[in-house]
Structures are given as C-alpha cells and as structure tokens.
C-alpha cells in the first residue's frame, strides 16, 4: 500500500515568489495535517484538515494557506516567501480528525534564496 | 501551553545494548503519546504509542513506559543497532495538533 505522497521533494524559490505543496494521504485516510520542521528542530503545526473542513491552524502568518480536495489530497500555499520560511514542509495522514496515529510522508525541502 | 521535551539531544551507545530514550511533558491532562524515528532525508516513522491508562505497551524490540506522577515516558529499544540510528521524537496531544519535543539524536556505535 502507498503512504503519503507528497511532491516535489524539493525546491528552490527566491523571497517574493509563492509556493504550492501537494499531499495525497493514505487511501482511506480523510484527515491531512501540515507541519514544519526546521533543522534541529521538531515539526511544528501549521494546518490540519478533516473531510476537507479546517480543524486547526497553528501560529504561523496568513501567508500560509492550505486547502483539502475532495479525494482527500492537500495543498499546501505560501505566498510572499521569505528566507525564514526555508524548511522541511512534512504533511501527514490519519484515519480520523483526532490527532493520533499520524502517518508522514517524507516531506518537501524548501530552500529560500 | 502543552510542551513535550526529551531529556537529551543526542545518546550514543554500543551496538547489542539497550537504548533508552527519555521524555517529559507538561499537561497533565495529556492523554496520548506517540514516538516516531526520523532517519536523515526522510519524514517521521510511527513507532509506538500509548493512551494514559496505560503504564507500558511493547513492540517489536521496543517498549514505551509511561509514569503519569512524574509525567514522563521513555522508550526503550532493546538490542539496539546500527539501522536504529535516527533522530527520536516523542509527540503528545495539543489543542488539534500534535505537540513534538526537539528530538535525541541515536548514535549506535559498531
């Protein structure tokens, strides 16, 4: 069975530029949660999403935006990039809304020039 | 706020023994924790969890102990080796989120 996909794997932008992200969870799987993960550091909640309703955005600018489809895949937007937002963007999937048993995917590395 | 912290950031040990991570948090109304691995290049690996109403729970080579009094938890791989070297993170429950401490990174010597 496939995990969580997520694409690209990399990327390169420069500050100013905007920035889509894509997710497909585990077939079955209707929540998708956004985190990210800074070198060193442990992931940090930006998005959650449950049958394509936002259930929680953490702390993060409204430069971050994200959105469910109705397969369940996700997107993730950050527009106005700046060269703080350089990071691991991980998204992950679960059966339910609650937040256990996240499964990950393996991420995309964001550089910001 | 919720916060989960693991003790140390890095642990080294020898190939055949047993690891122990440690782990502390802050609410004690938290009710879940979820330990994931995380090799270099790659996102978190689920490795166990476990509900507050329980004290330990067991894996393959791994086991999770919870003390509630104290609120801590560790995981304990046992035999550890080389493929075990990773970054660990131990994860609990905030408001609709998972709340992660900054991780122990494992280094398994030969």
């Known amino acids: 069975d496939a995990g969580v996909t997520q694409s690209p794997t990399h990327l390169i932008k420069t500050r100013g530029q905007q920035v889509t992200l894509r997710c497909s969870p585990i077939?079955?799987?209707?929540?998708v949660s956004w985190y990210q993960q800074v070198l060193g550091q442990g992931p940090q909640f930006i998005f959650q999403y449950y049958e394509k309703e936002e259930r929680g955005r953490g702390n993060f600018p409204d430069r971050f935006s994200a959105r469910q489809f109705p397969n369940y895949s996700s997107e993730l937007n950050v527009n106005a990039l700046l060269l703080g937002d350089s990071a691991l963007y991980l998204c992950a999937s679960s059966l339910t809304g609650r937040n256990e048993k996240l499964f990950f995917g393996s991420g995309t590395q964001l550089s910001v020039l | 706020g919720e916060s989960v912290g693991l003790h140390l950031p890095t642990l080294s040990v020898q190939e055949g023994d047993n690891s122990i991570i440690n782990c502390a948090y802050s609410?004690?109304?938290?009710?879940?924790f979820i330990w994931y691995k995380q090799e270099s290049g790659k996102g978190p690996q689920f490795i166990i969890d476990i509900r507050s109403n329980m004290d330990k729970r067991q894996g393959q080579r791994v086991t999770v102990l919870l003390n509630k009094t104290v609120k801590h938890l560790s995981l304990q791989i046992a035999a550890t080796q080389p493929g075990d070297s990773a970054v660990y993170f131990c994860?609990?429950?905030?408001?609709?989120?998972?709340?992660f401490g900054k991780g122990t990174k494992l280094t398994v010597n030969p």
């Open positions: 077939s079955g799987h209707k929540s």
């Open positions: 609410n004690s109304a938290s009710d879940y």
């Open positions: 994860a609990g429950p905030g408001s609709e989120k998972l709340v």
